[in-house]
């Protein structure tokens, strides 16, 4: 099945500055979010496998938008995550069906690399809601720099029927890290952990 997009938003923030001291590189952000009719609003459905498959086809569309939003290769790209807010009428399942069992290997795919699990979070909300996406290191998640979260919301979405799924990269970790933990110039990349 395919998703059935009402609509798409992209969001770029850039950090030039952090409590007064220059961050250089800038740290970017770019958020790709799609607002979807959600097959199932209202009625419980045994198998999800449309919502999986459509996680797949998000995936790769929504990693594609972010990291092209970035002006920068996809390789380049450090940190990832992912995140759904279903309407009123959805249930979190929903959520977690177009998150989990498909969408990583586009993304993947698309940032070259990405050992570690793609962190996300599910919530249910209405009209504006906000979205937070947890960020990690695409091939590290003990690098502590990376662990970070980017807000994003769409002021008419989602409707009762309809779900927010987002794909969010960044070219770096927070501004000024300084809690210590393995580096990125650390990594072994191994495991997607170290």
Known sequence: MTPKIRKLVTVVDETLTEMGRAVSPPVRRAAAVAVIENPFAGRYVEDLAPLIDMGEALGQLLAERAVAALGVAGDVCESYGKAALVGADGELEHAAAL???KMGAPVRKTLGKGAALIPSSKKRGGVGAELDIPLGHKDAAFVRSHFDGMQVAVAD???????VVAVAVTTGGRPLPRVGGLTKDQIKGEDGLR
């Open 99 to 101: 998150l989990h069992p």
């Open 157 to 163: 979405a989602p409707r009762a029927d309809e779900i």
